[in-house]
């Protein structure tokens, strides 16, 4: 397969009379493998991990890309992928002591990864995910995400992951720039949607956001976790009752149910407002602590917010990557405390 990327690239390269920046076959082969049955497990990890929401799923995923790495230990990409997996599964379903486990794995994979293939960019990606994400070493993920975008600038992939990241700091051009042509380049991807999306609404581009969010669920309807996702924008935009349909459709997951708690609050369905955040703090408890703040940030109860944002700061809540940006969050920006735990986190500019 491998060989036959090659030469089709080179092909075609041929036949456009066009000089390439580098050696075709070597930049398609960095970090892969010549080995078959490595390449077969990684590429099922993939499958497996493009739409994982459930525990086992993203286990089959792991697994996939463990039974590449132990047939081929020089496959970087496999374990570049592995840390990103790992990252999202200590993200959504890890509770206790094993968080930081996986997450200290996740940062072993993707430094394997730079070491066997420095010139890969989704070794880099990964690596500056683990920096951000695991352990909120902002500076240190910047310079990641840099280097990951120059080494392929034009992987819609790595575009959309520095959109988000730029989004994340605040930079909003950059943002927008960088989603827009993740979208161009991989129009039919229902992740660069959802996470051209997520950028769009943290630079409080709302429109474009539900925009966004909308494709990517016409693109993979039962992917719930978007439904959540649009209810954001349309909450932000006073829309309520749009809001209120669409965080229903994911009201089984975390995201639906916090967002449905502020939702319900500003339909004054009370009950059903608290009913709703009860379940998120009996499903997560303080490792919620971060959409806790978000939720009680709108409900107008300042010091319960600032208390559960300590509480995210505390257990070092992988949802703090995105508190200098947050809409949500409005509310608390003027308050001494929040304004300490946004200069502990050291934000590059």
């Known amino acids: 397969m491998l060989a036959l990327q090659t030469e089709i690239a080179t092909s075609v390269a041929n036949g456009l009379k066009v000089t390439l920046l580098e050696e075709t076959g070597k930049k398609i082969e960095l970090g892969s493998t010549a080995n078959p049955a490595a390449f077969d497990a990684y590429l099922r990890g993939k499958k497996i991990g493009r739409t994982a929401i459930r525990d086992e799923d993203m286990q089959a995923a792991l697994a996939a890309y463990t039974e590449a790495i132990q047939v081929d230990p020089h496959f970087a990409m496999a374990f570049a992928e592995r840390s990103l997996e790992l990252t999202n599964y200590t993200t959504f379903n890890a509770r206790g002591p094993t968080v930081r486990v996986y997450f200290d794995k996740a940062l072993a994979d993707a430094r394997s990864a ?159 407002a608290e009913a709703m955040l009860q379940r998120v703090k009996s499903s997560v408890g303080d490792q919620g602590a971060y959409d806790l703040a978000c939720v009680y940030a709108q409900w107008g109860d300042i010091p319960t917010a600032l208390h559960w944002l300590e509480t995210a700061m505390r257990l070092r809540d992988s949802g703090l990557v995105e508190l200098k940006a947050e809409p949500n969050l409005d509310p608390l920006r003027k308050e001494p405390r929040f304004q300490a735990i946004e200069r502990e986190l050291k934000f590059p500019n």
């Open 114 to 272: 730079v070491s066997l293939a420095p010139d890969l960019a989704e070794a880099h990606y990964a690596l500056a995910v683990a920096f951000e994400v695991n352990f909120l070493e902002f500076v240190r993920a910047n310079e990641e995400f840099e280097r990951a975008l120059a080494l392929a600038p034009g992987s819609a992939r790595i575009l959309i992951a520095y959109s988000r990241h730029a989004a994340e700091l605040g930079h909003r051009a950059a943002a927008v720039s960088a989603a827009r042509r993740a979208v161009i380049l991989d129009p039919l991807n229902f992740q660069v949607h959802r996470t051209a999306g997520i950028a769009f609404l943290l630079v409080r581009e709302y429109s474009d956001a539900i925009a966004a969010f909308r494709t990517a669920i016409s693109l993979q309807p039962e992917w719930v976790p978007n439904y959540a996702l649009l209810g954001q924008p349309q909450y932000l935009l006073g829309d309520f009752e749009a809001a209120r349909a669409s965080c229903e459709v994911a009201r089984a997951h975390e995201m639906g149910q916090t967002c449905l708690a502020v939702v319900y609050r500003k339909l004054g369905k009370q009950t059903d």
